[in-house]
């Protein structure tokens, strides 16, 4: 049995390194997302790192792609690449991209446009069900991402389609580019939304593993396609990143990541 | 067109379970073929573009080789990224359909002419256009893009279009596909080379006193790629005319000129017809508005 909450903390701590060493910006939106992917990849997927084309694998695709370093760490940690060729990360000519990367072993699908990841996800699961497999396609999308047109035109096929096999999740911290999702362009009310388009809607502690699995583990007989609403913390286990836009952009300084490295160890 | 497509969809499918037709709400009277013998393989996307290319591109990673299929720009300029980033970029066989490629829905107006879309296919890097002139040429290019999946387009007419070959050609990306030789004894090499539906043009031409010299070509498979193999074949040439229903800015002339001047030594003259941009904002029959844009016999030898 994997412990996810010390896989999310190597996660943050690498991703924290990384975005360091490369001077690289969205270290908050990482950190947001560190305790869903260590849940998915410890817990909840069927995943071989051995094997990354493994057939009956479950996928996982990362639609808001500027949060790469999260999913680049935990598949080091996994075992999917040596956790050294992270240190590779933003350099010339490197695999591990700024936004995620499918040359990547072990990463499905390039983003960093918003709004390709659903689409391209119910896509698999569409291709899934026309083959009878059964396994299940993972989406992680952004709240501000859904100002995105075409995430609802894939939210309404994957529901009159019943992909039962695809779950999608919302990182909803409530932070983009400039401000407040509420002050950019209001989602809610976002559960009410899935719910008229016809999904099965979850609200859960977007750091809370125990919760985390339950929503994301394989459902009862639903022919509806899930969606996990995770509420999360943008900048989560750094104090002076929470909630601060600024970190959006900012790299931290060799100083800073002391602290915070500090900080995650003391959480420990 | 329209017809050889989907009977050489069908056929092609029956052979190989792992094609796949989704349409963007689109292709009444057409796709029915397909979607009676293939209900598994046949999906309704709706009129909802950006989907429907991403669906495409997620079904091609599982294995599947993918047709969407909608009209005019709708299929390229609507979801122009989703073909970009998750098509091209990650190499996946998905075949993008446009029905009514150039002016062929020339009264619905400008949203309804395709005379961009090569500008957009062609700065794709991994993606071979497909400009069938003629339905026989459709056969030949669904069968090599099925034989050799990748990013790829195909652009159609509408219904009715004549044949310019007694049989399906073979065809070779870049390779330009004899239609019609010169007169017997021209040891200069002059040749009209059309790609889409001016082959039709491209065969009057050879009729008039100025172009009776000329051989007919035809350039049924192009894109990034083949530009490479263009200067050894135009070598061969004193002079290369080259037809498109299509905006010259970008188009298929303005490629294979990009693609002489990779070649110092090359003393081939070229000239390019495309239309002008008189087309864009009025509307009229196929043949009204090309003419318009300058593609008629009366245009081009006036």
């Given at each position: 049995m994997i412990d996810t909450v010390a896989l999310a903390r190597t996660v943050r701590a690498d991703a924290l390194r990384m975005v360091c060493r490369a001077k690289a910006s969205h270290i908050a939106s990482a950190l947001s997302i560190s305790d869903i992917v260590a849940v998915l990849y410890g817990r909840v997927m069927h995943h071989n790192p051995r094997q990354p084309d493994l057939a009956d694998r479950d996928r996982f695709i990362l639609s808001k792609g500027h949060a790469c370093v999260a999913v680049y760490a935990v598949l080091a940690a996994?075992?999917?690449?040596?956790?050294?060729?992270?240190?590779?990360?933003?350099?010339?000519?490197?695999?591990?991209?700024?936004?995620?990367?499918?040359?990547?072993a072990g990463v499905e699908f390039s983003t960093g446009s918003l709004g390709h990841g659903l689409p391209f996800g119910a896509g698999k699961a569409l291709a899934a069900k026309v083959r009878g497999d059964r396994w299940r396609t993972f989406v992680l999308l952004s709240d501000g991402e859904l100002g995105e047109g075409s995430n609802w035109e894939a939210c309404l096929f994957a529901a009159h389609h019943a992909l039962d096999n695809l779950v999608a999740m919302v990182d909803y911290n409530n932070l983009q580019s400039l401000t407040t999702v509420d002050q950019t362009l209001r989602i809610e009310p976002l559960a009410a939304k899935f719910e008229a388009f016809g999904w099965n809607v979850h609200h859960v502690d977007g750091h809370d593993h125990a919760a985390l699995g339950a929503a994301l583990a394989a459902p009862a007989a639903d022919p509806r396609p899930t969606m996990v609403i995770a509420k999360t913390t943008k900048g989560k286990g750094v104090s002076f990143m929470e909630n601060r836009v600024e970190w959006h952009y900012k790299s931290p300084t060799p100083a800073q990541l002391e602290q915070a490295l500090a900080e995650l160890e003391a959480s420990a | 067109m329209r017809n050889a497509f989907i009977e050489e969809l069908v056929a092609l499918a029956a052979v190989r379970d792992n094609i796949v037709l989704i349409v963007g709400d689109l292709g009444y009277s057409v796709v029915e073929p397909f979607a009676e013998r293939f209900p598994k393989r046949f999906f309704n996307a709706g009129v909802a573009e950006q989907n429907m290319t991403g669906l495409a591109a997620g079904m091609a990673s599982e294995g599947f080789h993918v047709f969407t299929y909608s009209i005019a720009n709708f299929p390229t300029f609507r979801c122009a990224e989703q073909i970009r980033n998750d098509i091209d970029y990650h190499r996946l066989p998905v075949t993008v359909v446009a029905v009514g490629g150039g002016l062929a829905y020339g009264a619905l107006g400008y949203s309804h002419h395709a005379v961009q879309d090569y500008a957009l296919m062609r700065s794709m890097p991994q993606m071979l256009i497909a400009s069938p002139g003629d339905p026989m040429e459709v056969r030949a290019c669904m069968r090599h893009i099925v034989d050799h999946p990748q990013p790829s387009y195909l652009r159609l007419g509408k219904a009715g279009e004549p044949n310019f070959h007694a049989a399906v050609p073979q065809l070779e990306p870049g390779r330009w596909l004899d239609v019609s030789p010169a007169p017997a004894g021209n040891v200069e090499r002059k040749v009209l080379l059309s790609t889409g539906a001016t082959l039709g043009l491209a065969m009057e031409l050879q009729r008039t006193p100025a172009y009776a010299d000329h051989a007919v070509c035809s350039m049924p498979l192009w894109g990034m790629g083949p530009k490479r193999i263009q200067p050894e074949q135009l070598r061969g040439a004193v002079s290369v005319t080259t037809l498109e229903d299509h905006l010259a800015d970008g188009g298929f002339g303005s490629w294979l000129m990009e693609a002489c001047r990779q070649d110092p030594a090359s003393l081939t003259k070229l000239r390019a017809h495309a239309l002008s941009d008189d087309v864009c904002g009025t509307v009229g029959s196929q043949n009204t508005l090309n003419a318009l844009g300058g593609l008629s016999v009366g245009r081009i030898c006036g």
């Open positions: 996994r075992g999917y690449f040596p956790r050294e060729e992270l240190e590779h990360y933003g350099a010339d000519h490197s695999s591990l991209m700024n936004h995620i990367s499918h040359k990547v | -």
